[in-house]
């Protein structure tokens, strides 16, 4: 109980759950914000602590595997839902958005007619949690 206590204690001081949803709050708006940008239809989704989007595309799915495989050549491993937390910082959150946007101006160029299956490096991602055979 003592850890317990001390965790409240903590999250008190901080008010983490403040925190929390006003950086969520801030990576949905700027999420919307690139699609806006670059005429992508985006959906925002989940609470503020566990945010997430989706590109309105048939491609979604190569898509969202197209970000995972580019993000992670530049150290970050990302999908399109961002599990908060306190140390999300404005820097960390700004580095973020700096490596994404231009993926998403690239998605934008696959709507007009680039192939996305030419970026694509590995197998498309699944839809979700389902049997595979």
């Known amino acids: 109980p003592v850890a317990a206590l001390k965790t409240l204690e903590v999250m008190n001081k901080t008010r983490s759950w403040d925190l929390i949803t ?22 925002i989704s989940g609470l503020p602590s566990m945010v997430g989007f989706n590109i309105k595309s ?3 799915l190569k898509y969202k595997t197209f970000i995972t495989q580019e993000m992670l050549k530049e150290g970050i491993l990302a999908t399109n839902v961002i599990y908060v937390c306190t140390e999300h910082n404005k820097f960390i959150v700004d580095y973020y958005f700096q490596v994404l946007e231009p993926l998403f101006k690239i998605i ?26």
């Open 22 to 43: 006003k950086i969520g709050f801030e990576i949905g708006n700027r999420w919307q914000s690139l699609g806006e940008k670059y005429g992508l239809s985006i959906k």
């Open 58 to 60: 048939n491609d979604w």
């Open 108 to 133: 934008a160029d696959c709507e007009a007619g680039l192939s996305i299956d030419s970026l694509l490096e590995g197998p498309v991602c699944h839809s979700g949690f389902q049997r595979l055979n």
